[in-house]
């Protein structure tokens, strides 16, 4: 697949190595790679895996004729989560240039670190873009996914009502 990630006019080369996504050795190899339509040097990388610790979600993001990348990383360990998403385009040497990005961390098991309301909120913004992306690849729950197979074509969707139950329980 090629994008014009870097806003040069000149498209970068971005891909994906399947195999490295279902078998990781490490856990750290680069799984989505994006090449300079200049220089067809690597410039940004993402390890993306099945292994817990490597679930990942990998966008293209349209807005206004460019292109963007987004990821959107829902990490949750024990109750503890992490969740992070962002938006940004590349310069040549591989620096992200955030576009939008939002963090949001919980605690199911700690009730004054639980806020409902901040994860609607959360929600609501991430799933406004994700209306506007494409999916590249995605590990979460281990289960790996190329673009959008399987899903008729639909847009992401993150429903935050597992998380909202499980707030109001504690």
């Avoid at 190899?29 to 610790?53: A, C, D």
């Amino acid at each position: 697949m090629k994008a014009d990630l870097t806003g040069d006019g000149i498209p970068e080369r971005i891909q994906i190595d399947e195999r490295v996504a279902a078998e990781p050795v490490t856990g750290d190899e680069p799984t989505i790679q994006v090449f300079s339509g200049k220089t067809g040097e690597m410039i940004w990388s993402l390890p993306v895996n099945t292994v817990h610790g490597g679930w990942n979600n990998v966008y293209i993001y349209r807005d206004g004729g460019k292109s963007f990348l987004m990821t959107w990383k829902p990490a949750m360990y024990q109750g503890a989560a992490d969740y992070e998403w962002k938006i940004f385009s590349l310069t040549e040497d591989g620096k992200e240039k955030i576009l939008a990005s939002d963090f949001f961390e919980f605690d199911l098991n700690n009730p004054k670190k639980s806020d409902p309301e901040r994860l609607q909120t959360f929600s609501k913004r991430l799933n406004e873009y994700l209306k506007k992306a494409q999916l590249l690849i995605t590990t979460q729950e281990g289960m790996l996914r190329i673009g959008n197979q399987g899903t008729n074509g639909e847009s992401e969707y993150y429903d935050p009502s597992k998380e909202l139950e499980e707030m109001e329980r504690v």
